[in-house]
């Protein structure tokens, strides 16, 4: 049975019938959100999700129909599916189906729009319907549709930016001197993190979000697979006092940029100045920052995680399908991915102590031209297992890269250099 809306029916309107599909962290806080604030035009007619009577909750309306059967509920009256199930199989299928059958959808599933986004637009139109994702790059930062709508009218040359929470809120936690292993499990229970947190640690997450962003601001399709992530998990204390020696902190980095043509694309743990915004960003506040040929940097910032924030920026795209707003369609092309970016490093080494091991390293290094721009030791370290740090002034990855080929051959080494971008 399907509640009225008096206001709606005085205008000749009838609310849009929504299912959800998957009710878990993001799915039971838009189910919430529709209950408490009741939008205007909205109504939940179904929640489909597996085993679903340990899902059944009465605050989310009367008419509800709690399914487990996605081919009845795909078959049903509702007019949008709203995919929170995460993960491209099932979920990619169910949005196929619901898009074939003309209906609209809604996702926050980052990894399905970073690699099949640009198909799913198209079987939208094709059927008139209108896949909306807002929600599947950074939580709840409007960062789509500010992209969509508010720099349209830029030539977007470079993106900045935090992208996953569950990373910010290990690091931003360890950086306060937390342990790895507990702070991911508080993410994990908090609902941050991704159903295998590899996704999130690993910069898989951080990835599809930036190939997601760089085809909606730098109008580039490219191959999310094309973009090698660094994992968090190679960062430990020690680099967190290093850096703060060396006036920064270590956060979850995502950047791009497209310079003469060239598309440059990286994801990993990075140094960033104390005095950079991106460094205050603390527990899962995300940080987005755009920088375009006429207008400049913009900063988008605010929740990049949690079932809430998350639920802000699906409900506000089902509000918008609501009353009749269309993507704005961005043209777009493809690209190949490189990962050179001529930035300057930090490079952390453990070693077990011997003489000539600066020399030998700092001979690499200028084999390669690469200048050196610190060398940091700090005391209090066994000679048998010590940390020291060295900073090199702007050089290309590449360069860079060659330089430690060369220097992982050492004998000294107890462990590979640590090799981390610098953004200042
Ligand atoms: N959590 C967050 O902060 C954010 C999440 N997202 C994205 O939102 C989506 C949902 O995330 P989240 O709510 O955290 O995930 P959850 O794991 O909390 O919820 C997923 C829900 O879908 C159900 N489900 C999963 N697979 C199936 C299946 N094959 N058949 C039936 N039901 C299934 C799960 O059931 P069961 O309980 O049995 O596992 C669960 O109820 C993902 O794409 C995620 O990347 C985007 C931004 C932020
Ligand atoms: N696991 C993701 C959830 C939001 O996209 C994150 O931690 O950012």
């Not at 996702?107 to 399905?112: C, F």
């Not at 790895?180 to 229970?189: G, I, K, S």
């Not at 100045?273 to 603390?282: C, F, I, K, T, Y």
């Amino acid at each position: 049975m399907v509640q009225s809306d008096p206001a709606l029916e005085s205008r000749g309107l009838r609310p849009l019938r929504i299912a959800i599909f998957g009710f878990g962290t993001v799915g039971s806080s838009v189910a919430r959100i529709v209950a408490e604030c009741k939008p205007e035009g909205l109504q939940l007619t179904h929640v489909f999700n597996r085993n679903v009577a340990r899902k059944r909750a009465d605050w989310a309306g009367p008419s509800v129909v709690w399914s487990e059967d996605a081919d009845a509920v795909l078959a049903s009256d509702a007019d949008v599916i709203v995919e929170l199930m995460g993960g491209l199989d099932p979920a990619g299928g169910f949005i196929r189906r619901a898009l074939e059958a003309g209906k609209s959808v809604v996702t926050a599933n980052k990894k399905l729009i970073a690699f099949h986004g640009v198909e799913l637009e198209r079987l939208a139109a094709r059927h008139g319907g209108h896949l909306k994702y807002g929600a599947a790059v950074a939580g709840g930062i409007p960062v789509i549709p500010g992209v969509e709508q508010g720099l349209a009218g830029d030539r977007i040359e470079k993106i900045e930016g935090i992208l996953n929470g569950t990373c910010n809120f290990i690091l931003s936690k360890m950086d306060a001197g937390a342990e790895y292993a507990p702070v991911l499990a508080e993410a994990q229970a908090k609902g941050y993190a991704e159903a295998d947190p590899t996704e999130d640690v690993g910069g898989f997450d951080a990835r599809a979000k930036l190939a997601i962003l760089m085809r909606l601001a730098m109008r580039v399709e490219v191959d999310p697979d094309e973009i090698v992530p660094r994992p968090i998990t190679e960062v430990t204390a020690v680099d967190f006092s290093y850096a703060r020696d060396l006036g920064c902190t270590i956060r979850q980095v995502a950047r791009a940029q497209k310079t003469n043509g060239n598309v440059a694309a990286t994801v990993g743990p990075t140094l960033i100045d104390l005095h950079s915004p991106m460094a205050w960003s603390r527990g899962t506040e995300n940080m987005v920052i755009l920088s375009g040929h006429y207008g400049g940097d913009v900063v988008f910032s605010g929740h990049g995680a949690g079932g809430h924030p998350t639920a802000v920026a699906v409900v506000s795209d089902l509000v918008a399908l609501a009353h009749g707003s269309r993507r704005v369609e961005i043209p777009s092309q493809k690209a190949k991915v490189e990962a050179e970016f001529d930035v300057p490093h930090y490079i952390r080494f453990l070693v077990n102590d011997r003489p000539g091991i600066v020399h030998e390293i700092t001979g690499a290094l200028a084999r390669e031209s690469i200048n050196i721009r610190a060398i940091v030791q700090k005391a209090g370290y066994p000679a048998n297992a010590l940390p020291f740090v060295v900073t090199v002034e702007p050089c290309k990855s590449s360069a860079l890269q060659r330089a430690l080929a060369s220097i992982r051959t050492m004998d000294c080494l107890l462990e590979p250099p640590l090799d981390l971008q610098m953004l200042e």
